[in-house]
């Protein structure tokens, strides 16, 4: 599983900066290479490391488990919004606000409430 989810992330990676490279020199195919890259980051390697990292390893702490939940959603709907702003689509803006105050008003409470609870267990 580990070894799948770093190829995923190294090969999304080389895709965006490649790509990135393309679109600068303006070579063919640029567009289409960072912006695969980018749905792949954002959709398939995130996920997969989130589930490695956390959910794998955490039994019993469901407030854990539920911050992770939301900052996995909030870096989702970041991430489409970006890629809905590099391809010039309708809601880019709506989807960056949405991503925005899902991050700050649901997921940062969590994680300092999680945080909050851990320094009082030590």
Known sequence: MKIFTYSIGLLASIS???GYL??????????????????????VFF???A?????MKMQGHR??????ILGLCSALLIGLSVLFKLLHLQGATILLIAGSFFFAFSFLPFLFLSLYKKSLQT
């Open 22 to 43: 393309f679109i600068v020199l303006q070579w063919l195919g640029g567009g289409n290479l960072f912006n695969y890259g980018i749905l792949v980051l954002a959709f």
């Open 51 to 55: 589930i490695d990292r956390r959910f």
């Open 63 to 68: 407030i854990h488990k539920f911050t992770y």
């Open 16 to 18: 965006v900066s490649i």
């Open 47 to 49: 996920p997969l490391l």
